[in-house]
């Protein structure tokens, strides 16, 4: 099983850390439903090399948008070697016919359905070329395979998803793509879920779904389940769900302690055009000091090129997101990915520049922006990064904490995401990354202590910080 990464990922001068935050869930989440005789091994090649001397009876390969190139490459080495190759993953499902050229199989959308009716066709001799998703359900998904992720390459090796989709229908989002001729939005049990949380071991847990709090009933009842297990966890979430009473503060309770919002735009002409109507005459100032009232982090996501915005809107961005004192910011170039509303749109008027998927990573301008050209839009995306990581720009967005310890702690988790990224690059070629994971739990803490306020009665058991195993209702109150 194969992720292939894209040229930016391997090079041997600068790693960005991002590629080595997150190991391949989804193929460990395929790999669960192969039999116990069956050999098999995840490569990630945004963390080692691959090695493609082997000769396995089936290769199974992820395929992203940016890595496409890459991965049909890997393909045709393979099934030059007489290897059934599958492909699956968002672009593939996107574009079955380019993928199909590259592969004995192809899988369209979520693999939990159609990945083991594949398995079971091709044991028996008859595996088909396509399978396309149609039961979307995570109901008795065998567990995922965390035995095979190399934990060590990874500085966020305890990732995971309990849901998956989400309810709202974004424009220039993959999701109504990828989750098309099914539902688009479902979630565990939350005993499957919270079960699945008990596996992982250490403290530190990145929830890795679109929108953990699209379910408000799923997620107050995960969150009331996880008080009293010590963890500290990060996920994503939307304004709408930040302002919702009640929610937050329980899941800040359970640990929450850094959140990625979809601001995207401060243009309300924007969203509406977008059809992000979920964020729609909501004070986003109100966010942002409801997540820091409750010892959140912001990890904000800012989209640039829409049609309403013109070359000013970099720097009223930027200085909108310091201002708040938002601790960490990811922008984005607006990107057409294929399958979505706003490519066909695109594509309808002519707009797209070319269809070279390396460069539709969100940092190149791909079609004709309206109020700006495309050199303007990639620097003035260059330039927003440069201004809000600047040290100065750093230090003015702390300044707006109420405390020393919250500002010291913005400090240090700004300028470590961005400002040490040619040390980020020495740890990980010493493949050592993993080191750095006390340290980031420590930052992601902060002033506050990460054992619950309050002991909640569970069936279950949970791991707590000192190893020793401990039902919840004997948790001690702090
Ligand atoms: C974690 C993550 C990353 C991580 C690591 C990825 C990893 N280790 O898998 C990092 C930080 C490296 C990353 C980087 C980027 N990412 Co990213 N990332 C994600 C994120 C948030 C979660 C992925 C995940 O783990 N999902 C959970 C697992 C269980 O689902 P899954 O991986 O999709 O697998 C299931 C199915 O896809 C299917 N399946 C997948 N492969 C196969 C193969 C076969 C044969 C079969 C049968 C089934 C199958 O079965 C699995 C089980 O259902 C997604 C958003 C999302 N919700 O998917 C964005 C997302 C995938 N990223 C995206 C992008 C654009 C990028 C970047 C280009 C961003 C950037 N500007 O740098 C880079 C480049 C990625 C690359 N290497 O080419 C886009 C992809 C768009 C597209 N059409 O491809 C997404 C959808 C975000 C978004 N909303 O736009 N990313
Ligand atoms: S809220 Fe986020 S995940 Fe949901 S459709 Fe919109 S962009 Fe996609």
Redesign the pocket.
Known sequence: MI?P??TE?KSPLFRPI??S??????LA??AGYLDDEDEVEIQDE?VEHLDLDDEPDLV?I?V????ARRAYRLADHYRRRGVHV??????VT?LPEEAARHADTV?LG???D??PAFLRAYRAGRPAPVYRSTVRTLLDVPPTRRDLIKRELYLVPN?I?VSRGCPHVCDF??KEAFFEGGKGFYTQTVDDALHEIDRLPGRHLYF?D?HLFGNARFAAALFDGMRGMGRLWQAAGTVQSVLRPGLLERAADSGLRSLFVGFETLDPRSLRAQRKFQNLRRDYGEVVRRLHGLGVMVNASFVFGMDEDDESVFERTVEWAIEQGIETATF?ILTP?PGTALYKRMEADGRLLHRNWDLY???HAVFRPHGMSTDSLEAGYRRAYRDFYRWCAILRGASHKSTLRDAMRHVAYSGGWKKFEPCWGAVIRARQVFRMLPMLERLLNGSRTCLPRQAKRSVLSYPHNCGKRHSISQHPET
């Open positions: 992720l990464a894209l990922a991002k590629y935050l997150f190991p391949p869930l989804g989440t395929l945004h199974l992820q992203y948008i940016t890595s599958c492909l699956g993953g968002l672009h996107s899988f979520p693999g939990e159609t990945w990732s998803v989002c993959y890795l679109d984005h990915y990573d969100t940092r």
